[in-house]
């Protein structure tokens, strides 16, 4: 991932934040609903493919009470679990546009 | 991030249990049309003859139910797979980012084609209605000869297709006593069942479909002694399974609501009070949180809770609003099949607990 690039959630998943208290995303392919806490579930929820990581960190600074270092492995860590779990776009990185 | 791993307290039942408490609709169910290429007798639906939603006003829809934050939107009818736009209706769904739950009867999706465009949607979930565990029963019900068949044959299209499939079955006076077979034949399709023992009135109130309701004696037995075996290994239910907490009945109005092909809200797929039509708003959350049918639907919830707690059964009904009000004019009175229904599971934990004792001495 380069340092700009935007990063997109996959598309064919189903997001919805629940209060403030985290989020849901169906992964349909797999049959599976993933639980996210309340910082996964904002950071699934900037991943709409117009924001890079260097972006997201910067909100979740002013958002959360976490350092940018603490959050940059945090992120780092995320990203691979969503890497895993095929919940991200990988096809659609850097291109054009948002999604839901 | 994810909380999967995460010891304590189910973090899905938590979320969810967040959006009860703050009525925050997770779930949508939208019936596309009345249409339907089968006909059964012991169906609910009741159309009125007026237009249904054009295929643009049903776009209008979706926009406002997605906006509104729903995750998942089931479309049904009728049969759903009859809207001559179901494929983009579906499709559009998944685009505006909600996970699609299909039901059918599965008689289209006998057609390898269609099943493939079913599949190509990506649904979480299709569930498919079967009546019987041979054709003479089946069709019977259905009342359209090779209805089995098809049905049959779409469960095993959607099989080789990977889209997970979920089977279901009314119970009535004609299929009670093959369920075990139907669970047989479930289990050599490979795929999960579920039995329903509630057969309702029309949404109109015409009473007709009671006529095949399954008689008390087998009610007693399948709530009572058969309803683990046919679940695999389940209890039987001891709330409604929209209920997410001890405050209220059910989630009607609450955990989701139910559109009807006229672009009607309704609290639930049962309580068929509209709400307010979803064109005629430019939020949906505007009429969720203001509608005094609404609110009055919450209120009931709750005191229909606190009722059933009185009753010496209480802790174990399965209590629906909509087929009291529809069956008796009252969404508060008990009526005879829930009666049943909840003296049999209460018998069936008394004899666990008696059985347990036992093996523990």
């Given at each position: ?100 | ?78 049969e759903a797979l009859c809207h001559k736009d179901f494929f983009a209706i579906a499709a559009e769904v998944r685009r ?266």
């Amino acid at each position: 991932m380069s340092p700009g690039e935007k990063i997109r959630r996959n598309p064919s998943t189903a997001f919805r934040p629940v209060a403030d208290e985290g989020g849901l995303v169906v992964i349909p392919k797999r049959s599976e609903v993933k639980v996210l806490n309340p910082v996964g579930s904002r950071i699934y929820e900037l991943l709409d493919g117009t924001h890079s990581r260097e972006e997201i960190l910067t909100i979740l600074v002013d958002e959360f009470d976490v350092t940018r270092e603490a959050a940059g492995a945090d992120f780092d860590g995320f990203m691979a679990d969503l890497r895993e779990a095929e919940m991200l776009d990988e096809a659609g990185m850097n291109a054009e546009g948002g999604a839901r | 991030m994810s909380e999967n791993a995460t010891p304590g307290p189910n973090p899905y039942q938590r979320l969810v249990n967040t959006a009860f408490a703050k009525s925050l609709p997770l779930n949508c169910q939208i019936e596309l049309t009345y249409r339907c290429n089968h006909l059964c007798s012991f169906c609910y639906n009741s159309p009125t003859g007026a237009r249904e939603m054009s295929t643009e006003q049903v776009f209008v829809a979706l926009r406002r139910v997605a906006d509104f934050g729903v995750l998942y939107c089931t479309l049904t009818g009728g049969e759903a797979l009859c809207h001559k736009d179901f494929f983009a209706i579906a499709a559009e769904v998944r685009r505006l980012g909600m996970a699609l739950r299909v039901y059918s009867n599965g008689y289209l999706i006998g057609d390898p084609k269609v099943a493939q465009r079913i599949a190509d949607l990506d649904p979480m979930e299709v569930e498919i209605s079967i009546h019987g565990a041979k054709p003479e029963t089946h069709d019977a019900l259905t009342r359209i000869r090779g209805s089995f068949e098809r049905t049959v044959r779409a469960i095993e299209n959607l099989n080789e297709l990977g889209v997970k499939v979920v089977l279901k079955c009314p119970i009535t006076r004609l299929n009670q006593n093959e369920l075990f077979e139907i669970k047989a034949l479930a289990k050599r399709l490979g795929r999960r069942m579920i039995f329903d023992a509630v057969i309702t009135p029309k949404d109109d109130g015409t009473l007709d479909p009671l006529a095949l309701r399954a008689d008390d004696e087998f009610l007693e037995r399948y709530w009572g002694e058969w309803y683990e075996t046919l679940h695999d290994g389940l209890l039987p239910p001891r709330s409604n399974h929209c209920a997410s907490d001890s405050s209220a009945n059910c989630g009607t109005g609450r955990a989701g609501f139910t559109l009807d092909p006229y672009g009607n809200v309704l609290p639930c797929v049962a309580l068929r009070r509209p709400a307010g039509n979803v064109l005629e708003v430019e939020r949906l959350a505007d009429l969720w949180h203001q509608s005094p049918v609404l609110n009055e639907v919450r209120d009931l919830a709750v005191v229909a809770r606190q009722k059933l707690d009185q009753h010496p059964n209480g802790q174990f009904f399965v209590f629906c609003l909509g087929v009291a009000e529809n069956q008796t004019g009252d969404p508060l009175a008990v009526y005879p099949q829930a009666e049943i229904n909840a003296k049999a599971v209460r018998r069936h934990y008394e004899l666990l607990q008696i059985g347990r004792k036992s093996g523990a001495a």
